[in-house]
C-alpha cells in the first residue's frame, strides 16, 4: 500500500491494540477510496482485455492482418512477392522489434525522448490537418481571395531587344571608348541601320532577344547588365552599357511591364494557392484551440537573455 | 540545441544500423516520400523549371561514404517507399532494387557522391567494399545504373589530390579528406577520386573486359538543407554547426572533427538538353552530355572527331559542325588507326563571376595495367607563354585585395576556344581527354567573412580559389585489330605458366637489403637505381643514368616513397597512403617483378647492381 496515514502512537495493550488498531482503519475513509478505487480497476480490466497484445503482458501476438501488412511494406518498396524465408525473417524483425519496444516501455525509455516526442507531435498534426481536409470551395470565394493576393500572381516585365557588343578581349582597356564612340555615331539611326553592324563585334550569344525577363537576360549578361535594361526607354540607341561579358549599345524594342492574369487563366494554380492557405490557417486556429488549454511558463526574462550571452563560448564546442 | 542532439542521434545510428523502425515505417516514410513527390510534381513546370522525385541512400558501412542520389525520370511509376540503407547498405542490393524498378517500367538512375570521404571503397579495381572480387557482371550494372559521378560539393571536390597528381599545379583545390563522424586515421586516397577511377576504368576495360568507371561528371550541394548557396558572396554554412550561424561560428568551429573553413559553397550540374523537361534532361544525364562546376555558372562545350581542322570555329554554325562530325562530352571517339583525334573546346566566363584563366585538357591512358595522366594548357587568356624548360604555363596572377576581399576583372578572358589536337596520341592505347576550364584568382568565402569581421584570412585554407569547371570525358577505345597488333606486355600468369617462382621474404631480402637494385620499367622504359638500407628506408641514386631531377625526387618524397618493407613475400612501398607490393619472380637467372596495382601485369625488370 502506497503512502499512509499519520497514526496515533499511543500505546493500548497488545489485544486492544490490535482490535483498536483495525477499527481505527476500518474507519478511515481514505481506506475506503483506497478499496473502492482497486475494486473498480479489478472490474476494468477484467471486462475489457486490451486486444492486440500491445498491454504489459507477456505475450506477443501476431494476427493475420499484422502479417498482411509487413506484405504490403515489402511490396511497396517495387521488391517481387515476399518467399517463405522472405515473410519468416520479416516476421522475426517484427516480433524483435515488438520486444525491444515493450522492453523500452517498461523502462520508460519513451519519456523524454525528443524523437518520440517529435514523432507524436506531428501525428497531432496530421490529425488536425486531416480534420481540416479542404471543402470544396465556391467561385466566389476564390476570386475573393484572388483579389486579395493579386501579387503572388503577377508575371514578370518582358522586354525585347537588339544589341551590339564590343568585346573585352579584342579591345583591352579601350572597349568602353569603342561601344561610346559606337552610340555616338548611331545617333538618330534607326534599329536596322546598316551601320550598325559594322562597328561591333560577333557575340557569342544571340544579337535579338525577344520578350525576356529580369532573369533571363541576368543569365546572358549578369545582373548589373539585366537591372539597367530594364530601365531604358524603347525605340533608340542607348548606351553604352557595361555587362559582364564586355560593353553593349543596345535598341530596345519593346517593354511589356508584368502584368496579372486573370482569374479565368489561371484558377487552378489559385485554387492551389487558396488550399495552402486554409491548411495553414486551420493548423493555427487548431493549435490555438489547444494551447489555450495550457498555462506555459518559462523563465524570467533576465534569465533567457543571459543564457543567450552566455551560449557557445561559455560552452565551447556545439 | 535540439536539431543539433537529433542530427547526432541520427547519423549514429545510421552508421551503427540500428534503424529507427518509428521512423522506417511506411506511414512515415511513405507519408514523407509521398509529399516529396506531390511537391517535385507540383511544381514541375515543364519548359521553365523542371524537378525530380529523388532521395539519397546513405550507405556507410564503417562510416565510409558510399552514397548515391538517386533520381527517378518521373513519377508516374515511382514506387510508395524508395529502397533505403536501411534496407541494405550494400551497393549491390541497391542496383539490382534498381534494376527491377527499370523492369517495372520506372525510369532512374544513381550519382555516387562525396566520394573524396569513402576511404578508398567507392571506385574499387580488385574487391567491392565487403571484399567480394569485382567481375565484369559487376561492372556492367554498375554502369548500367550509375552513369554518373558527383565531382563537388560543399564537402569538397572529388577529381584529385596533389598526392595522386603531383604534377597539377592545380590539384590543391578543396581537398577535404575527413572521416564521417569524426573517425581518426587518414582517408585512403586510391578509390576515392575520380580522375584516378578513370584511369583505372581504362586498366580494367583490359582486365575485366568492361569499364565500370565510365561515368560523366555533375556537381551537388549535400548541404541538408533546403537552401544552400553556390557563391562565395553568400554562402551561409553547411550541416554540422555552421548553419545559419554567425561569421565567426563559420571560421571557427565545428563539429564530429569537420572543421567549418573546410566547407565551401556547393558546385552547380549543368547539362545540354534539347529543352527543359523531366525527358530531355534525364537523357542527358544518361548519355552524359554534362559537365560540373564549383558554383559558377561556366558555359563550356567540348567535342571530339577526326574531321576538326583549325577553322572549324571561325563557321557561325560550328556548334552544327561539331555534333555533325564529332561526339559531344559524355561520348566515345569512333576508332580510327590513322590520325590523332582533335578536339573543339570552347568557355564563356560566368557574366557575374571572374574572368577566365585557361582551357586546360587531361588526357589519361593505360598501357599494360600502368595508367598515366598528362595535363595539357590548350587556351588561355594574355600573352603568356609555356616556359621553354619545364612546358608549363605561368600562372595569371591575380588582382584579389585580401584586405576588402575584393578582386578587379583586369586579367582573364571573357571567352576562350579552340580546336586541339592529341600530340601524342597513340592508337592502340585506351585513353579519355576531359576539359578543366579556371577561372582567375577570387577570395574564398572564408576569406569574404573574416574581412566582415576586420580580421585577416584564417590559417589552414586558401585565401584565394580558382573556380571552375569540369567536363564529361570523351573516351577512345582502339580497334580489336589495333589492339591485338600492339606489342602485349609480360603478364604474371605467362610468368607462372612459363615456371616462375615468386621471391619469398629471405630472398627478397639477400637480393634488396643493404643493395642498389636497377629496375626497368618495360611499359615507359625509365630507369631507376635505388640503394636499400637495412633500416627500411631507400634513395633513388640515379634516373635513366644520371642523377636525379629535383622533381623527380620531389615526386617520390611526396608520396613518401622514400621508405620500403618486406613482408609476406612482397617488398612494399607506399605511395599516396597506399601500401603497393611489388612481388619479384625469379625466370631463370632474371628476376620480373609485377606492383600489385597494375592488374596482373609484371611490368619491371629487376637486377642487383654491385657496387
Known amino acids: 500500500m502506497k503512502g499512509s496515514v499519520g497514526l496515533n502512537h499511543d500505546e493500548p495493550a497488545s489485544g486492544e491494540r490490535t482490535s483498536s488498531f483495525l477499527k481505527r482503519w476500518g474507519r478511515e475513509p481514505l481506506l475506503h477510496f483506497l478499496l473502492i478505487g482497486l475494486a473498480l480497476f479489478a472490474g476494468y480490466r477484467a471486462l475489457n482485455p486490451e486486444a492486440i497484445g500491445r498491454d504489459s503482458s507477456d505475450r506477443i501476438v501476431l494476427t493475420e492482418d499484422d502479417l498482411r501488412q509487413l506484405r504490403t511494406s515489402w511490396l511497396t518498396q517495387g521488391r517481387p512477392s515476399p518467399t517463405q524465408e522472405d515473410m519468416s525473417s520479416l516476421i522475426q524483425s517484427k516480433v524483435h522489434e515488438e520486444i525491444l519496444y515493450r522492453e523500452a516501455l517498461a523502462l520508460g525509455l519513451d519519456k523524454g525522448d525528443t524523437i518520440v516526442k517529435r514523432r507524436l507531435a506531428q501525428k497531432m498534426e496530421f490529425l488536425a490537418e486531416d480534420l481540416t481536409a479542404a471543402r470544396e470551395p465556391k467561385t466566389e470565394e476564390l476570386k475573393a481571395w484572388f483579389e486579395k493576393n493579386r501579387e503572388r500572381f503577377t508575371l514578370a516585365s518582358r522586354v525585347s531587344f537588339r544589341h551590339l557588343y564590343f568585346s573585352l578581349d579584342r579591345r583591352g582597356a579601350r572597349v568602353k571608348e569603342a561601344a561610346a564612340s559606337a552610340r555616338e555615331r548611331l545617333d538618330g539611326k534607326p534599329a536596322a541601320s546598316p551601320v550598325a553592324a559594322t562597328l561591333a563585334d560577333a557575340f557569342m550569344f544571340q544579337n535579338d532577344y525577344r520578350d525576356r525577363t529580369l532573369d533571363q537576360i541576368s543569365d546572358v549578361f549578369g545582373t548589373t547588365f539585366a537591372t539597367a535594361l530594364f530601365q531604358l526607354t524603347p525605340g533608340s540607341w542607348q548606351g553604352p552599357i557595361e555587362s559582364g561579358l564586355g560593353w553593349h549599345v543596345v535598341w530596345v524594342e519593346s517593354m511589356t511591364p508584368g502584368r496579372t492574369p486573370t482569374f479565368e487563366e489561371i484558377e487552378p494554380d489559385i485554387k492551389s494557392g487558396w488550399i495552402d492557405e486554409q491548411r495553414i490557417e486551420s493548423r493555427r486556429r487548431t493549435f490555438d484551440a489547444m494551447k489555450a488549454r495550457y498555462e506555459v511558463v518559462l523563465p524570467n526574462r533576465l534569465a533567457v537573455v543571459g543564457m543567450m550571452a552566455g551560449t557557445a563560448e561559455a560552452k565551447g564546442a556545439p | 540545441m535540439n536539431s543539433l542532439a537529433t542530427y547526432k542521434f541520427l547519423t549514429v545510428t545510421m552508421l551503427k544500423n540500428h534503424p529507427l523502425t518509428e521512423l522506417s515505417s511506411p506511414d512515415v516514410l511513405g507519408t514523407y516520400w509521398k509529399r516529396l513527390v506531390n511537391i517535385a510534381d507540383k511544381y514541375y513546370r515543364p519548359g521553365k523549371f523542371t524537378t525530380f522525385a529523388a532521395y539519397e541512400w546513405t550507405a556507410s558501412p564503417n562510416t565510409a561514404n558510399l552514397h548515391r542520389n538517386i533520381f527517378f525520370l518521373d513519377t508516374k511509376k515511382v514506387p510508395d517507399m524508395p529502397f533505403s540503407a536501411i534496407d541494405s547498405d550494400d551497393p549491390r542490393e541497391l542496383w539490382k532494387w534498381m534494376d527491377s524498378q527499370r523492369k517495372a517500367g520506372n525510369e532512374l538512375l544513381a550519382i555516387p557522391h562525396n566520394s573524396n570521404l569513402s576511404n578508398g571503397l567507392m571506385f ?133 572533427g569537420f572543421n567549418n573553413l573546410w566547407a565551401s559553397p556547393a558546385g552547380l550540374s549543368v547539362v545540354w538538353a534539347e529543352e527543359n523537361t523531366r525527358e530531355a534532361i534525364f537523357a542527358a544525364m544518361q548519355r552524359k552530355e554534362t559537365y560540373a562546376t564549383s558554383g559558377v555558372r561556366l558555359k563550356v562545350r567540348l567535342f571530339g572527331g577526326w574531321e576538326f581542322g583549325p577553322d572549324v570555329l571561325k563557321q557561325k554554325d560550328w556548334v552544327k559542325t561539331a555534333y555533325a562530325k564529332g561526339v559531344s562530352m559524355g561520348g566515345d571517339l569512333p576508332a580510327s588507326t590513322t590520325m590523332a583525334p582533335s578536339f573543339v573546346v570552347w568557355a564563356v566566363k560566368d557574366p557575374d563571376s571572374g574572368n577566365l584563366d585557361r582551357v586546360q585538357i587531361i588526357k589519361g591512358w593505360t598501357k599494360h595495367g600502368q595508367t598515366f595522366e598528362k595535363i595539357y594548357d590548350v587556351a588561355w587568356a594574355g600573352k603568356r607563354k609555356p616556359d621553354p624548360a619545364t612546358g608549363k604555363l605561368p600562372p595569371i596572377g591575380h588582382t584579389v585585395n585580401l584586405a576588402t576581399a575584393t578582386y578587379t576583372n583586369s586579367i582573364g578572358a571573357v571567352e576562350l576556344k579552340t580546336v586541339w589536337a592529341d600530340p601524342e596520341f597513340d592508337p592502340s592505347l585506351d585513353a579519355f581527354y576531359y576539359a578543366r576550364v579556371l577561372e582567375i584568382p577570387t577570395p574564398r568565402w572564408s576569406t569574404i567573412q573574416a574581412v566582415m569581421l576586420s580580421r585577416v584570412p584564417p590559417d589552414g585554407v586558401a585565401a584565394t580559389i580558382q573556380e571552375r569547371a569540369w567536363t564529361s570525358p570523351i573516351w577512345y577505345t582502339p580497334s580489336e585489330e589495333v589492339r591485338q597488333a600492339a606489342k602485349p606486355g609480360v603478364t604474371v600468369a605467362e610468368l607462372t605458366q612459363k615456371g616462375a617462382m615468386a621471391l619469398g621474404d629471405d630472398e627478397l631480402k639477400q637480393l634488396i637489403v643493404g643493395n642498389t637494385i636497377l629496375v626497368r620499367n618495360t611499359v615507359t622504359g625509365r630507369q631507376f637505381e635505388i640503394l636499400h638500407g637495412s633500416d627500411g628506408r631507400r634513395l633513388i641514386t640515379a634516373v635513366d643514368g644520371k642523377e636525379p631531377e629535383l622533381d623527380v625526387m620531389g615526386e617520390l618524397s611526396h608520396g613518401r616513397q622514400l621508405q620500403y618493407e618486406i613482408r609476406d613475400g612482397h617488398y612494399v612501398v607506399e605511395v599516396a597512403g597506399t601500401p603497393f607490393e611489388v612481388t619479384v619472380y625469379k625466370m631463370g637467372d632474371k628476376y620480373v617483378a609485377a606492383r600489385s596495382n597494375e592488374f596482373g601485369y609484371a611490368n619491371y625488370e629487376v637486377e642487383a647492381v654491385n657496387p
Open chain 2, 124 to 256: 574499387p579495381t580488385e574487391v567491392d567494399d565487403k571484399g567480394r572480387p569485382i567481375d565484369k557482371a559487376w561492372a556492367e550494372t554498375r554502369m548500367r545504373n550509375e552513369p554518373l559521378a558527383e565531382l563537388k560539393q560543399v564537402k569538397g571536390q572529388s577529381e584529385t589530390t596533389p598526392g595522386l597528381s603531383p604534377n597539377d599545379e592545380f590539384s590543391n583545390y578543396e581537398v577535404l579528406a575527413w572521416q564521417l563522424l569524426g573517425h581518426t586515421g587518414d582517408q585512403i586516397n586510391y578509390g576515392s577520386y575520380i580522375r584516378q577511377a578513370y584511369k583505372d576504368g581504362l586498366a580494367l576495360q583490359d582486365t575485366l573486359g568492361v569499364n565500370p568507371y565510365k561515368f560523366g561528371v555533375v556537381s551537388g550541394s549535400d548541404s541538408h538543407s533546403t537552401a544552400v548557396a553556390y557563391r562565395q558572396n553568400n554562402f551561409f554554412g553547411v550541416h554540422g554547426g555552421s548553419y545559419d550561424e554567425t561569421p565567426e561560428k563559420r571560421l571557427k568551429g565545428g563539429l564530429f
